[in-house]
């Protein structure tokens, strides 16, 4: 009984981690292809197999030759929440401008998402969907030597557009932004926990929801292998 006990516990074990396993294999070991097209395989002589192919080929069990067997567990990820990507990627992005005392912003004044005062200086405010440029992202842009723009504002005509809305402190500065595409450079990449913690209490505004779920989205895609980075709207 025991010893069949200490079975079952070793086959979890592997199973376990062979779901962590990577699927690259060293020349000579069992290939993707043998995995996909070969069914209940017996141990081969002077062959070595990583777990989670042999498990996949139905390759039959045997603990006394587990010294045949071998892991290769995948080296962790970088915490999502820390950045969306790596700092310097250069993209081409569509932006506009707002102002603090326009409509529909009047009611918050001159201070951003965060509650703090919007910035016009060396360091300037912007406003994006955070699923996209997670608040605190910080970028230049081209032919503004001296300036960085950091994401501390949200606004509900950013979302799902992959825009950026450049604070200008009056209306007269906003109007000569205009619409600009313009080339950024991303300095720093923002925090995906830190947006998810500020919008918690908000999610009864349909925009927040719709960023929460982008954020969402974005993480199950990491946690599979399949997030490429931030994504912006065609121009």
């Known amino acids: 009984m025991n010893a069949s006990r200490q079975l079952t516990g070793l086959l979890g074990t592997i199973a376990l981690l062979a779901s962590l396993s990577s699927c690259a294999l060293p020349e000579g070991g069992f290939s993707a292809q043998e995995a996909e097209n070969v069914s209940g395989v017996p141990l081969q002589p002077g062959v070595k197999y990583e777990v989670r192919k042999a498990l996949a080929a139905g390759v039959a069990f045997k603990p006394t030759e587990m010294k045949r067997y071998y892991f290769v567990l995948e080296a962790p990820r970088p915490p999502l929440m820390s950045a969306a990507s790596i700092p310097g990627q250069h993209m081409k992005v569509r932006t506009t401008a707002y102002c603090h005392d326009e409509s529909d ?57 992959g825009t950026i809305d450049i604070y200008k402190p009056t209306r007269g500065l906003m109007d000569a932004w205009g619409v600009r595409h313009v080339d950024i450079e991303v300095l720093q990449w923002g925090s995906y926990e830190q947006s998810m913690n500020i919008m918690r209490d908000r999610m009864k505004w349909p925009h927040v929801r719709e960023m929460m779920r982008g954020i969402q989205e974005r993480m199950f895609s990491t946690r599979t292998g399949g997030y490429q980075g931030p994504i912006t709207a065609a121009l």
Do not use: C, E
């Open 105 to 161: 912003h009047i009611v918050y004044g001159a201070k951003n998402a965060l509650g703090t005062p919007l910035k016009f200086g060396n360091i300037r405010s912007a406003a994006a969907d955070w699923s996209m440029y997670p608040v605190g992202t910080k970028f230049r842009i081209a032919g503004q030597p001296g300036v960085t723009y950091v994401v501390d504002d949200y606004g509900s005509a950013l979302v799902g557009t």
